[in-house]
């Protein structure tokens, strides 16, 4: 199973000086001998700590109240995204106390991008809680990520549609959706979705049961995976 999307360089670079982005070059390293559920090896490095996502502006965020931390890169249009979305609450379901963040990296089109601008702008107006649903409405519903799709959502969650379309266009979504991208690009993560998990950073959707041996490894081995005995 594909767990990521990853465009072609030629594209991306189109893409970002298109929506004025940062699209993050590919990093080949894999410091933990670590493998998605379908027996995809993952790529995985550490991170450097003032590269942590995990006090970005705009993040949404739902699940634990502590740690450990989980932040996911992500696009709207992206297809592994989609079918991780089930997955992942799977996941805040069996490990309560992870906190999951969400940050915006829409890599895959004109679609995907002002989708993304109009989930923020739902968080600025109405809060995380609210900006949550919304994401969680606009990865399950069907057909490609556009600004109409995402305004007509907003709209059936009871979010004004004027407001929504005016905040989405202001300069505050603007850069903080420039800012995900910048730290995707210096974490170099161009593909979604990405992960990072503390220090570390995954590349694509591994499973629930992977990620669950991986918070597991953190707590009790510092790392994404314990050494052998």
């Not at 942590?52 to 996911?72: F, K, N, Q, S």
């Not at 923020?120 to 107006?125: F, G, I, K, S, T």
């Not at 905040?167 to 170099?188: C, K, P, T, W, Y």
């Amino acid at each position: 199973m594909k767990t990521s999307c990853m465009i072609p360089p030629s594209r991306r670079v189109f893409l970002a000086a298109v929506a004025g982005l940062f699209v993050a070059p590919a990093r080949a390293a894999r410091l933990f001998d670590i493998y998605a559920s379908d027996g995809t090896p993952l790529r995985n490095f550490a991170i450097d700590p003032a590269l942590a996502p995990g006090r970005l502006a705009g993040l949404i965020e739902t699940g634990g109240a502590g740690r450990p931390l989980l932040v996911e890169f992500f696009d709207y249009a992206c297809g592994p995204c989609r079918r991780a979305a089930s997955e992942i609450e799977a996941l805040l379901a069996s490990a309560p106390e992870l906190r999951l963040g969400l940050a915006q990296h829409p890599v895959l089109g004109p679609g995907s991008i002002a989708t993304a601008k109009v989930a923020l702008a739902a968080q600025n107006l109405a809060g995380g809680d609210s900006a949550w649903r919304l994401h969680r409405a606009l990865l399950q519903a069907p057909g490609p990520a556009s600004v109409e799709k995402a305004l007509a959502i907003g709209a059936e969650q009871g979010l004004d549609g004027a407001r929504l379309k005016q905040a989405s266009a202001s300069e505050s979504v603007a850069e903080i959706l420039a800012a995900h991208g910048r730290r995707a690009f210096d974490l170099s993560l161009p593909q979604t979705p990405s992960f990072v998990l503390e220090g570390f950073a995954l590349a694509g959707w591994p499973g629930v049961e992977p990620m669950l041996h991986f918070i597991a490894a953190l707590k009790n081995c510092g790392g994404l995976q314990c050494p052998p005995r």
